[in-house]
């Protein structure tokens, strides 16, 4: 049985960092492509970066790029989300999300989900 595990959420003041992770168990991560998602309060659930199972196909929201890394360490089979440069619209409870198949960076269709971490940003 494939699990996701999140952690490295908390509270945070504007401008501060925090890294996440996404520690796997029940698969190889090598063969699987890892989304982060978040979802606000009161706000549907989007998609944040993504990182393909061979880690060459990367992509990141228009509101994170250049603030957030996404990297994956198969050996350790957890996957990185370092955030930076922090704001209170940051905050929101983070997800990551697993899709086997075809190597890529997927924002749908993925199969498996964590429990989530919560981010709160403050001003």
């Known amino acids: 049985q494939l699990q996701l595990a999140e952690s490295g959420g908390g509270l945070v003041q504007s401008g501060g960092s925090l890294m996440l992770s996404c520690a796997a168990s029940?698969?190889?991560?090598?063969?699987?492509?890892i989304g982060w998602f978040r979802q606000a309060p009161g706000k549907e659930r989007e998609g944040v970066s993504c990182?393909?199972?061979?880690?060459?196909?990367?992509d990141y929201q228009d509101s994170v790029k250049g603030r957030f890394t996404i990297s994956r360490d198969n050996a350790k089979t957890v996957v990185y989300l370092q955030m930076n440069s922090l704001r209170p619209e940051d905050t929101a409870v983070y997800y990551c999300?697993?899709?086997?198949?075809?190597?890529?960076?997927?924002?749908?269709?993925?199969?498996?989900w964590g429990q989530g971490t919560l981010v709160t940003v403050s001003s």
């Open positions: 990182i393909s199972s061979s880690g060459r196909s990367i």
């Open positions: 029940g698969f190889t991560l090598k063969n699987v492509n």
């Open positions: 999300a697993a899709r086997t198949g075809s190597s890529g960076c997927y924002y749908s269709g993925m199969q498996y």
